[in-house]
């Protein structure tokens, strides 16, 4: 089969990439476009470090054909920060320790944002179901918890309360 | 000493490494790219315990992206030990099969390839011609006579000075057995465990213009296995550069001496980068584990429950090869009687080969799988005599001057203490005479 020609949005930019069948957005991000903050654990959808935001929404990239975000808007952990600094929930990560060997974190990270941008007084419930695909091999999993409570608060302008 | 002066303890400091991890550019082995990368693909023996006949490479060769394949014949030195470094011999596991296969999944040889697909395309193709031989999967199995015999010095243990296992002798057990007023006997197994970390073990080796190699690695042991690396390749210590320190999840499960030798070796022959990255398959399957371990326990007890004499035989399952295990046994051998003042003590520890997954190196090893059985025989102990599980062991606990089984002093017990601090913090009121205890003399202990 033939490769295709894919049109999407990468972290508010326009691309434009060559991608042969079955090839998967993990590996056309990490391999062919050099976005390597998004990870590549098991590429079976089992641990979450390859996690992606796509149209808002968390997914496994590795488990994504590249046919499938034709016209979609990708956000990866290197969309979060912006010239002006860190995003919040990458500042309550890096401020609450919320990362040993930091091979989870992009992942961690980007459904969090997820997560806030959908539900901004998320209960510690709401969080741990959202960060269940996640898999943190250090167990770091409380600090990682409390950095997103830390991370909703900062969003919400009630730092410190 | 309040926590309020603890600068560290209890505080979030900033990591060194935090801002590269929260922004995705802590650089690991994996995230590296090289234009001209090669990827090794290994083919492993699909059975635990075969005579390996001949490997066909003939369809493998076919396949588009096929580079080169490597064989035992193309290691310097095939045969190592990774802990020949402090001493252990002799070399016992070959880098690559040479004529038989002693666990499922050990290497045989590795195909080197243009991109990773093609490496696994041409690995599945290449054809094994073996003889299924009988295996050995129990540790007490492989020790008993006519077990199939699967190392080359003709036991299936390791030999500690001249003995089948490592021995610890204090004092007179039998003496002790002979005075207790119970005896408490229990047998304990463990399985194997797998660090499983969120990154798996990886390297790349790229030749450099000046005829060194640069190793990109994600291994915990960086300076060990670049001196196994050279002594595997044959080549001054000099000609190796390794990079490394960053790693997706260790947990003892990346001190193995396992993708670097091969990744330099075809860098070496290609002349060109080379990737030898687990798939999460291999990292489950085929990476080392953790030691399962048998451990029986005979302990002589008084009514008032004071251990008189410890009586321990304890197999740790090493699988086919010794990577760090016989080191852990001696680790075990060490430990086994626990942080508790015992004057009669027998410990037998073997290093059991089996045809298995090999062991090595997590966490304490040897040690962890020590502590559960010893303090679930404390319990059973305390059950037995009726008395409660704190206060047996705080009558046990070893003070700082005792002697241990293995005749070191105890310089640094804590045990009395974190006893109290886990009552305190978990809620459980603890009687006075035991809160009167502590690490530094005997006082009111039926010890003294």
Not at chain 2, 230 to 236: E, F, G, H, S, T
Not at chain 2, 380 to 388: H, L, R
Not at chain 2, 400 to 423: C, F, Q, S
Request: aromatic share 8%; hydrophobic share 40%; net charge negative.
């Amino acid at each position: 089969m033939a490769s295709r020609i894919i049109n999407f949005t990468l972290n508010g930019r326009e691309v434009e990439a060559l991608a042969r069948p079955m090839t998967t957005l993990q590996s056309l991000l990490r391999d062919q476009l050099g976005f390597t903050a998004t990870k590549s654990g098991c590429r079976q959808g089992g641990c979450g470090s390859c996690t992606v935001l796509v149209n808002g929404e968390p997914m496994t990239s590795c488990l994504l054909p590249v046919e499938d975000i034709e016209g979609e808007a990708v956000t990866t952990l290197e969309g979060l920060s912006s010239p002006d600094g860190l995003h919040l929930v990458q500042q309550a990560f890096h401020e609450g320790f919320a990362a040993q060997c930091g091979y989870c974190t992009p992942g961690m990270i980007v459904v969090s944002k997820a997560l806030l941008d959908h539900n901004p007084h998320p209960s510690r419930e709401e969080i741990v179901a959202a960060l269940t695909g996640n898999y943190c091999r250090c167990t770091g999993y409380e600090p990682i918890l409390l950095a997103v409570e830390d991370a909703a608060r900062r969003m919400n302008g009630r730092e410190g309360a | 000493m309040s926590e309020e002066t603890y600068q560290v303890v209890g505080r979030a400091l900033l990591r060194r490494d935090g801002l590269g991890h929260v922004t995705g550019k802590t650089p690991f082995v994996d995230d590296i790219r090289f234009p001209d990368l090669l990827h090794l693909k290994m083919v492993r023996s699909p059975l635990p315990h075969a005579r390996l006949k001949s490997v066909d490479f003939s369809q493998a060769e076919k396949v588009p992206g096929f580079v080169r394949a490597l064989t035992h014949a193309d290691v310097p030195k095939n045969m190592y030990t990774i802990l020949c470094l402090i001493g252990i011999g002799p070399d016992e596991e070959p880098v690559l099969a040479v004529d038989e296969v002693f666990y499922k999944g050990e290497p045989i040889a590795a195909i080197v390839a243009e991109s990773e697909s093609a490496g696994m395309e041409a690995a599945a193709k290449v054809r094994l011609d073996m003889e299924e031989l009988p295996a050995v999967l129990d540790v007490e199995e492989a020790l008993k006579p006519g077990a199939p015999v699967i190392r080359p010095w003709g036991t299936n243990y390791f030999p500690y000075e001249g003995h089948p296992c490592r021995r610890v002798r204090f004092g007179d057990v039998e003496k002790g057995f002979a005075e207790a007023d119970h005896i408490v006997e229990s047998r304990y197994q463990t399985s194997p465990m797998e660090h499983a970390p969120s990154e798996t073990t990886a390297c790349i080796a790229k030749p450099e213009a000046d005829g060194r190699f640069t190793v990109y690695t994600n291994t915990q042991a960086l300076f060990f296995t670049l001196d196994n690396t050279a002594l595997i390749l044959q080549i001054p210590f000099n000609r190796l550069h390794f990079v490394g320190g960053t790693v997706g999840g260790g947990f003892g499960g990346k001190v193995d001496v396992i993708v670097e030798p091969l990744a330099t070796l075809a860098a070496m022959k290609t002349g060109r980068p080379v990737k030898y990255k687990f798939t999460r398959e291999e990292e489950m399957r085929v990476s080392s584990t953790r030691s399962a371990w048998r451990m029986s326990f005979k302990d002589g007890v008084m009514k008032d429950g004071r251990i008189v004499a410890r009586k321990v035989t304890s197999y740790a399952d090493s699988g086919a090869y010794n990577r760090h295990t016989p080191y852990a046994v001696t680790k075990h051998a060490a430990n086994v009687a626990g942080p508790y003042a015992i004057p009669n003590v027998w410990i037998d520890a073997y290093c059991v080969y089996t045809n298995r997954q090999p062991a090595s190196a997590m966490r304490g090893f040897g040690v962890t799988p020590a502590s559960f059985a010893v303090e679930a025989q404390m319990d059973k102990i305390a059950s037995v005599v009726g008395m409660d599980p704190w206060e047996i062991r705080f009558l046990n606990a070893y003070r700082n001057g005792d002697t241990k089984p293995h005749r070191k002093i105890v310089e640094d017990a804590t045990l009395i203490e974190a006893m109290k601090a886990a009552a305190a913090l978990t809620g459980h009121e603890l009687p006075e005479h035991l809160l009167a205890m502590n690490s530094w003399d005997r006082g009111g202990s039926r010890h003294g």
